[in-house]
Each structure stands twice: as structure tokens, then as C-alpha cells.
């Protein structure tokens, strides 16, 4: 069975810190990923996508950066976090075009 | 760019009574997803559709690509059914746009 683990599970970071959320995906090869992040009382927003790897899209500009270095991984970091970074931020993974995502469990970055 | 609009934004229903939520488009989208989520945040999938309808247990979910809306019904609705559920409409590049959310509260 396919498993998504995403880590740490939450996170405190001072303003201006680097960051480094990641996440993994077993049981599935060549998965297509994605970064999804909420600001606290705010809506999901698709942040980016993998459907290999060394290949990534952006969606939404954030000051976030994403990779992925390995093909069950996909890595979200900045150099400098802003306090507007704190949030949710899941990961999911899709099987196919017409399949629905699954997400992984979330990480939650609090700013201060 | 493309809007997902959910209603209503909170629900309260007494156990055994049903109700629909409903999201509507801005733009024709490929496919609509329905989530609840979990205790930790995270997204429970519910229902995939790209057309149709599609029902399990208590819910159904239809979707109309052309008329740009999707709604999710609950019947008999149960005291474990209280979360927040949020629709996502699926772009043809893949995109996922998020409603803000339904949050359900059912009563004794």
C-alpha cells in the first residue's frame, strides 16, 4: 500500500530562519506531488507540483522554494522565513490524471 | 483567475436531518473533489468526480461541469458527521482551487 509521510510534524521558526519541510512517498513510483499550504483562517492554495524528478511548477509565488531530489521526494524551503509563512502545509500525491490526490498528514509553522 | 465559492460558510443540523452544500465556478473545471477535514488539519478525500453523481453511505455528490457547480448531500445526519468540509475544483493543468469551507455542526 502506498504511504505518504511528511515531516516535522510542527514546526516554531524566528523570522529570517531558513526552513525545510519535507515529504515522501512509499509503495508508489513516479507519484505526481504537491505542496498545498493554508494561512491560518484562510484558504488551501496549491503552491507546487512535481510530476518528475528535478522538474517542479510554481503556482503561487510565496518566497518558497520546492525540489525534488529524489523521485518518492519532495522538499518546500526558503532561506528567510516572513511571519506571513505560518500556516498548514500539505502534501499530497496523485496516482493519475483522473484519480483524486491524497494528502499526507500536514505540518504546521508557526513564524514568530 | 479561477474562484471556487462555497455555501454555506457553517450549517447546523438536528441528528436524522440532511442537507445539501454547494460550490459553484467561475470557470469550467475538469473534476471536483469533496474533503472533510481531519483532527490534525489534514484532507479526508470523500468523493472524486469528474461527472455525475456518486453516493456512499449517507452522502452523494453530484457535479455539472457545464453549469460550474457541485453540491454534497447529507441524510440523516449523525452527531460524528460535525467537521468542516471543504470542496476543490480541478483545473485541466491540474490545478487545485479550494473552497473556503463548510463548517457542520449537528445537534441532539
Known amino acids: 500500500a502506498q504511504t505518504i509521510h511528511q515531516w516535522p510534524v510542527a514546526e516554531i521558526k524566528a523570522v529570517g530562519s531558513p526552513l525545510s519541510l519535507g515529504c515522501t512517498i512509499k509503495?508508489?513510483?513516479?507519484?505526481?506531488l504537491y505542496w498545498y499550504w493554508q494561512a491560518t483562517g484562510g484558504t488551501l492554495q496549491q503552491l507546487f507540483y512535481s510530476i518528475t524528478v528535478g522538474q517542479v511548477e510554481s503556482v503561487v509565488q510565496l518566497n518558497l522554494s520546492a525540489s525534488r531530489p529524489k523521485d518518492d521526494q519532495f522538499i518546500l524551503s526558503t532561506e528567510k522565513l516572513l511571519l506571513s509563512h505560518s500556516g498548514f502545509y500539505l502534501c499530497?500525491?496523485?496516482?493519475?490524471?483522473?484519480?483524486?490526490?491524497?494528502f499526507g498528514e500536514g505540518t504546521r509553522l508557526s513564524v514568530l | 483567475g479561477d474562484q471556487v465559492e462555497q455555501s454555506p460558510s457553517a450549517l447546523s443540523l438536528h441528528e436524522g436531518t440532511g442537507s445539501a452544500l454547494r460550490c459553484n465556478f467561475t470557470t469550467t473545471m475538469r473534476a471536483v473533489q469533496w474533503f472533510r477535514k481531519n483532527s490534525r488539519g489534514s484532507l479526508i478525500n470523500l468523493f472524486y468526480?469528474?461527472?455525475g453523481t456518486k453516493e456512499n453511505g449517507r452522502l452523494k455528490s453530484a457535479f455539472d461541469s457545464k453549469e460550474r457547480y457541485s453540491t454534497l448531500h447529507i441524510r440523516d445526519a449523525q452527531l460524528e458527521d460535525s467537521g468542516t468540509y471543504f470542496c476543490?475544483?480541478?483545473?485541466?493543468?491540474?490545478?487545485?482551487?479550494f473552497g473556503d469551507g463548510t463548517v457542520l455542526t449537528v445537534k441532539p
Open positions: 499530497a500525491w496523485k496516482r493519475g490524471r483522473n484519480q483524486a490526490p491524497l
Open positions: 476543490a475544483a480541478e483545473t485541466n493543468t491540474g490545478k487545485l482551487t
Open positions: 509503495g508508489k513510483s513516479s507519484p505526481n
Open positions: 468526480l469528474a461527472s
